[in-house]
């Protein structure tokens, strides 16, 4: 069974540009959830999407949005970016059920100059 | 208070010894609780997940939930240097529907042969 993939894994942009992240969850699982972990700090939560909606969102500015498509992937948009933006973005795919895990997708390293 | 608490170490252990990560959360009515090992510069990886008070034993890890103390630990058996990484505590938080992982900042456990 195939895990979560993300792409880019590597992304270098400029202040004030825009960034777009990608991720695909593992088959069968309709939950698609984003993270930020700046270097040194912990995970925090970002987005989460179930069924093609936005089900909950963290504690970051609008500039920080996304949406999941039909077939379950999902897109993590950064707009205006700013220097403190700069971390591994990690996506985890989940199947709604009793257990909550969680699986890990390898993440995209943010790089903003 | 944080949500979900764990000493940030390192912890040091010397090869073959039993190494004990341990994890304190505030939310009692939390029922679904995990740990993920991170080594350096990758994204976290799911290693026990544990849903009831007791004792879960997988392999060389042996995770412990005490629900009334809100306490979860995780023991590694025969600790290789293989294990060195940061682990991370986190607690699902489920509320009006809305559903979460919240991570503790993580303990970094370094083995030495």
């Known amino acids: 069974e195939a895990g979560v993939t993300q792409s880019p894994t590597h992304l270098i942009k400029t202040r004030g540009q825009q960034a777009t992240l990608r991720c695909s969850p593992i088959s069968g699982h309709t939950s698609v959830y984003w993270y930020q972990q700046a270097l040194g700090l912990g995970l925090q939560f970002l987005l989460w999407y179930d069924e093609g909606e936005e089900r909950n969102r963290g504690n970051f500015p609008p500039r920080f949005s996304g949406r999941q498509f039909p077939n379950y992937s999902s897109e993590l948009n950064v707009n205006a970016l700013e220097l403190e933006d700069s971390a591994l973005y990690l996506c985890a795919s989940m199947r709604i059920g009793a257990t909550y895990e969680q699986y890990f997708g390898p993440g995209t390293r943010l790089t903003v100059t | 208070q944080k949500e979900v608490e764990q000493n940030s170490g390192p912890l040091s252990v010397p090869e073959g010894a039993i190494a004990s990560l341990n994890c304190t959360y505030s939310?009692?009515?939390?029922?679904?609780f995990f740990w993920y090992r991170q080594y350096s510069g990758k994204s976290p990886e799911l290693i026990m997940s544990i849903y009831s008070n007791g004792d879960k034993e997988d392999g060389r890890f042996t995770a412990q939930l005490n629900k009334a103390s809100q306490y979860v630990s995780l023991l590694i058996r025969d600790s290789q240097p293989s294990d060195s990484a940061t682990y991370l505590c986190a607690v699902n938080q489920n509320r009006g529907g809305y559903n979460k992982l919240i991570f503790g900042a993580g303990t970094r456990l370094a083995v030495h042969p």
């Open positions: 939310d009692r009515g939390s029922q679904s």
